[in-house]
């Protein structure tokens, strides 16, 4: 088992910038793969980015590639989202997911999810 706690979402201005943490306890973390999702209201949940086991691959989703940088520290069992140039359409709640499958976008080959923490950007 792997259990993800998702911090650092709260409400910034457009063009402003957050990083998200998710720290991860259980099973060795540095097996695994991470992923950040987010879900909208009304809407499905959405890739955002994703970090192989080592750091050394990163992945992003179209809508946020060049303004969110995804990074991870092992020793830390921690993964982060850096988010900048926010836009009102990034509003959601943001998940971090651990997965044996390096690289993906499918929710379906996550297996281990967190509670999600929201971020609100007011225009």
């Keep these: 088992q792997v ?37 909208a209201p009304g809407k499905e949940r959405e890739f955002v980015a994703a970090i192989s086991w080592s750091g050394g ?14 990074s991870r520290d092992n020793a830390k069992n921690t993964v982060y989202l850096q988010m900048n140039s926010l ?3 990034d509003t959601a709640v943001y998940y971090c997911a651990a997965s044996v499958v390096t690289g993906t976008s499918s929710r379906s080959e996550y297996d281990y999810w967190g509670q999600g923490t929201q971020v609100t950007v007011s225009s």
């Design 3 to 39: 259990q993800l706690v998702e911090s650092g979402g709260g409400l910034v201005q457009a063009g402003g910038s957050l990083r998200l943490s998710c720290v991860a306890s259980g099973r060795t973390f540095s097996s695994y793969a991470m992923g950040w999702f987010r879900q």
């Design 57 to 70: 691959s990163t992945y992003y989703g179209h809508a946020v590639k060049g303004r969110f940088t995804i």
């Design 87 to 89: 836009k009102p359409e």
